[in-house]
């Protein structure tokens, strides 16, 4: 089996990219990215070597896979390509035991993939250390779960605050931050209530501010609405759109129709397989 | 499981961290989260770093107060008391008496582990006058010196003299010879001699007590026990009783035995019913005061005992703390999912548990030592001791409990660092 991913370097033609990428960070004004922080640090995606690569692409898969190890081995993700632009609303639709979770940790970078590339902000996440990979992480993606996994015994702010600490930003910035994200998810009024006075799409929404406030290059939902009774989902579905009208890109993975019928495009997996909705592709508007 | 390869790092994307504050209130905040638990757990390490100060304090204590009154002198001492019949009340205790037989020096160091034994008593009331002059006492050109009042007389068997661990700073004690024909001799202290201004026993100086001539036989230069004969005048013991009759109530006879190491308990058991077996209760044996060289060897060996239980305790608050950090780790494993998710490294994840099962050993460690202090202080305080407190062992006590931490909280955070983020956040 091919494993990219574990080749040391230089190996690979992505790893061989990496020098030239770095050596054109700064002499290159003429590329002009969104006014995004994780994009400070962006390589030209011009001296990309791998095909298919868009100029500003947040997510790009070539040929990702993924194989539990067996016997018999299973294939929860099989070779899938895929590209999501900055700004773009995607939707990945799918039953349960169709791959959704796989896609989803390999995107979220909390698992590789045992074959093909993934490329994150135009960097290539095979060769990257752990530490590497657990920075971009935290610093490029934030993570909404469906089980919203607050801290039972702080308030909303401090919730927020939780995902500055492994930022290490500067303390005197932290609360005025997290109270802004927590006015862009609309909770301006339950900054200091603790998510056991709250309810279950208020929770999301503190979940969702979390996941905004080290201003990631994605905003990755599983399932954002599970847990939710129509109306709380109905309002945290509308906080996702308000926030992607705003240039967040999403990504919301979820087995309901209607969730992912609000989505700009959406593509289905099925048994590890990945089908572009065709119809949706008409009414996708990437920024 | 997937082990990481290592990698060199990436340039461009600045790694996550940890500043020390935000560990150190993160680990606070996760102590702080159940109160009720963390008392729990703090209780352990409490009770074993307490114990241990507590046992070390209270030894130590103890230790000073037996060894600054523990002497082999008083622990092979045994007085006889002539207490005389008890149950006739006023009018016996009026008479004079001496209840001791004759031979009573003899029948006591017959006894086995007596050493010595000799009978004394004070034979005046008021301070006789004695002088080295026949003659009342009349001030001369060399003024006081050969006269003095206040000396006082004791009538003391020959076995008392060497009972007491003589010294002699001239002459002879006087023996049983002198006794038994009630012969006119003294012993005198060193003091004495010096007051009477008798230098040399070579022209057998001679002393008046009140006009009764005495020649001095024997100068006592120190003494281990009853220091006051130093000051004093001793006689034959039937001497006086034939020149002055039995002691007077208020100055009633005592004898004295030197024992053996370890034999004064069974001494004092043994001595009245050898000296008078139809009339034991007309005397009273007293012991020294405990027998502190058994009691110091056997404290000794609780001591030990001891902290072997404060180290079990030590042991059992190390399981606590590691239980429940464990405990803490598998409840929160979505939460360590999270902290992943958010960019903490394993690293991060370790240094937050295992400063908090340190944190937690720290607060145990200080509230037992301030308990023991406590309780150290109290009890020195209700039997008038003197507490002491080794500030070697009394102030690193709580590291004593960071410790304990640290060793209770290496496998949780071990295990708190390997769990695979993926599958923390699917809960």
Known sequence: ?287 | MRRPVRRPRHPDVPGTRMTARDLVAESVAGILQRPARTALTVLGTLLGVGAFVAILGLTATARGQISSDFTVLAATQVTVKDVGAPDQGGQAAAAARYEFPDDADQRVERLNGAVHAGTYWQVFKTPPDVSTRSGPAIGTASGDTQGAEGLTVYAASPGLLRAVGPTLGGGALYNTFHDSRRMHVAVIGSAVARHLGIGSLAARPALFINGTPYTVVGILQDVERLPNLLLSVMIPERTARADYGDPAPDYAAAMLIQTRVGAAQLIARQAPLALRPDRPDHLQAVPPPSPHALQDSVTGSLDSLFLLLAGITLVIGTVGIANTTLVSVLERTGEIGLRRSLGARPRHIAAQFLTESAALGTLGGLLGTAVSIVVTLSVALAHHWTAILDPWTTLPAPLIGTLTGLLAGAYPALRAARIEPAEALRR
């Open chain 1, 1 to 287: 089996m091919k494993i990219p991913g574990r080749r040391r370097r230089p190996a690979g033609p992505a790893a061989e990219a990496l020098p030239a990428q770095s050596a054109d960070v700064l002499p290159d004004p003429g590329v002009e990215v969104l006014p995004d922080p994780g994009a400070d640090a962006l390589p030209d995606p011009g001296a990309d070597a791998l095909p298919g690569a868009a100029v500003d692409a947040v997510i790009e898969l070539a040929a990702a896979a993924r194989t539990y190890p067996g016997p018999p081995p299973v294939h929860a993700l099989r070779p899938t390509d895929l590209t999501v632009r900055r700004g773009e609303y995607l939707a990945v639709a799918g039953p349960s035991g169709s791959g959704k979770s796989t896609l989803l940790n390999v995107i979220g970078l909390v698992d590789r993939p045992t074959g093909g590339h993934y490329r994150l902000d135009g960097i290539d996440t095979g060769p990257l250390a752990e530490a590497d990979r657990t920075a971009l992480r935290g610093r490029r993606i934030g993570l909404v779960f469906q089980a919203f996994h607050l801290l039972p015994y702080r308030t909303a702010t401090e919730n927020v605050m939780l995902a500055q600490v492994y930022l290490a930003t500067p303390r005197d910035r932290r609360r005025t931050e997290a109270v802004d994200a927590l006015l862009a998810v609309g909770l301006g009024h339950r900054l200091d209530a603790l998510p056991s006075a709250m309810s279950g799409g208020e929770r999301q929404r503190v979940a969702i501010a979390r996941a905004l406030v080290n201003r990631p290059s994605l905003l990755l939902c599983d399932e954002p609405t599970g847990n939710l009774d129509s109306a709380s989902a109905a309002r945290v579905m509308d906080t996702l759109d308000a926030l992607n009208a705003g240039g967040i890109t999403l990504v919301v993975i979820t087995h309901d129709p209607a969730v992912a019928a609000r989505a700009h495009r959406s593509i289905t997996l099925r048994d590890g397989q990945l089908s572009e909705d065709e119809t949706k592709l008409s009414t996708g508007r990437p920024r």
